[in-house]
Structure formats: structure tokens, C-alpha cells
């Protein structure tokens, strides 16, 4: 992770770390997840569903996956030191399998991040409470034949607008996402493709979207949050905002 990455991570609102973790970690979760979707790999009349999602896999596969040296520099270079959670499982896993019936949840949104008290469901409002990062880890080939996730590139500037109104409380991700759809309409498009192994570091503000699978091969991906330490800050006395901060206050600065 050099200054470069760090520019481009505050221009694109991503940044893809190639061979973030070793393959053979991502062969043997690929081997995991297959056994939670309950289908046989080899038979493709098993697929029924166009999306399995499954949840926290804590296996050691897992845990090696989140905490390589080079994703620890990168969460350092891009969230700041110290300011990170480790996390030891990954979670939130949208398989999706080619089909010929359309997923459901394939709209163009960002993250929720934390639940406040009462509320039935995920909010996120525009210091990114709780989420420092959106992250994509592949277990599978991706090609553009294999459903990656879509992502408007510098939509994360878009987001900051939006959210400023809704004040610390936020709002849910229902709410806002015809919002950051509409806002973020004019972005160029591009695809998390890459190999097994490989991870996309995003900005929470990221505004991403599914597609339905329309090829031959199941795409096996993770979209877990990196969790804060530390809540973000927007107006620090000492200046030291990390990437994540910078690109949140580019954002406010551009619609001024
Ligand atoms: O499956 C994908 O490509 C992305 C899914 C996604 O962004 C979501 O459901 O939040």
C-alpha cells in the first residue's frame, strides 16, 4: 500500500490488493461455503437458487484470510493505525450461482453499518458510525462472465451529500438508497473481477450493486465490514484524518 494506492483509494474509493491471502486459504473456504449452500459443485442441477447468502464462518481458513501482513498494512494506511477492529471470521457471503431466474436484491446501494436502538434496520449516517471499511474477498475466478459486483467509481463523494441532512442519527439503507443511486448516476462502472485471493478494500460510502448470473461458473465472494475502533472524526484539531475521513470531507467540499 503506497501514497499511490492511497490516491487512488481516495479518487476511486477503492483499491484491489492482488493475492491479498494465499489461494490455497481461499481454495479451502471455497471448500467450507460449498458444504454450507448444502449443493453438490460438481452438479450444477443442484444450484437451485440464484443467491445462497451465508453468514459468519469462523473455520481457521477464515481467520487466515482477514489478517494478513499486507491486509493489516493496508487497513493501517487507509482507516489509520489503531483505528481498526481485527476481526478473526468473515461474514455476509452472496454466492451467487448461474440461473436463469433473477436475484431480488441486485439494486444499487451502500452499506448499512450499525442499528440503533429500536430501529429495524441497519442505518448509516455520514461519519460512517461504526464501519471503517466495505471489503470484497474473493474465494473464486472472476471474470466479467461471473456476476462481480458492479461499482460506480468516486460514487463514495457522491454519498457525503446525501447524508449530511440526516444528521448523526443517520438513516436506513431502504431510505437512502434510491438516493445514492440517483446521485451517483454519472459514475463510470467497473467490476470486482480477479483471482482467488484477492481483496477489494472500499470505501464505506461505495456505491455498489449486484447482477444477475447469466454465465457458467458459481462466484464465491465476501462483502464483510471492517469495523472501527475508533469512532471517525471530520473535524479534527490536529489534522491527522485518515483516508477514509479525507475522502468523506472531499466530499462535502465538492458540493460547496
Ligand atoms: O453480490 C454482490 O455482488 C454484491 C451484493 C451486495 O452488495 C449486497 O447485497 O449488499
Redesign the pocket.
Known amino acids: 500500500m503506497d501514497d499511490q494506492m492511497v490516491e487512488r483509494f481516495l479518487e476511486d474509493g477503492f483499491v484491489r490488493i492482488e493475492g491479498a491471502f494465499p489461494p490455497r486459504v481461499a481454495e479451502h473456504c471455497a471448500r467450507l461455503l460449498w458444504r454450507e449452500t448444502g449443493y453438490d459443485a460438481e452438479d450444477p442441477a443442484t444450484w437451485k437458487d440464484p ?1 445462497v447468502w451465508v453468514q459468519d464462518m469462523a473455520q481457521g481458513p477464515f481467520a487466515a484470510a482477514a489478517n494478513s501482513p499486507v491486509l493489516h498494512e493496508a487497513f493501517d494506511a487507509l482507516t489509520g493505525k489503531d483505528r481498526w477492529q481485527s476481526r478473526y471470521s468473515l461474514g ?1 457471503f ?1 454466492l ?1 450461482f448461474p440461473h436463469e431466474e433473477e436475484p431480488d ?1 441486485a439494486g444499487w ?1 451502500i ?1 448499512g453499518s450499525y442499528v440503533p436502538e429500536g430501529a429495524p434496520l441497519p442505518h448509516t449516517n455520514l461519519r460512517s458510525r461504526d464501519r471503517a471499511l466495505l471489503m470484497l474477498f474473493l474465494f473464486s475466478e472472476i471474470t466479467e462472465a461471473d ?4 461499482i460506480r467509481v468516486g460514487s463514495h463523494l457522491d454519498v457525503p451529500p446525501v447524508l449530511e441532512p440526516y444528521g448523526e442519527p443517520g438513516a436506513d439503507f431502504l431510505t437512502l438508497g434510491p438516493q445514492v443511486a440517483a446521485a451517483s448516476a454519472h459514475r463510470p462502472l467497473a467490476h ?1 473481477t480477479g483471482k482467488p485471493g484477492d481483496v477489494y478494500l472500499c470505501h464505506p460510502f461505495l456505491v ?4 444477475p448470473h447469466h454465465g457458467t461458473r458459481p ?1 464465491f ?1 465476501a ?1 464483510p465490514p471492517l469495523m472501527s475502533a475508533t469512532p471517525h472524526e471530520l473535524d479534527r484539531e490536529d489534522a491527522n484524518y485518515s483516508p477514509v475521513e479525507q475522502a468523506i470531507r472531499r466530499g462535502l467540499s465538492a458540493r460547496n
Do not use: C, I, L, Y
Open positions: 443467491v455476509s452472496p451467487r436484491d446501494h452499506e456476476a462481480p459486483t458492479r470486482a455498489h450493486a449486484a447482477q462466484r465472494m462483502q
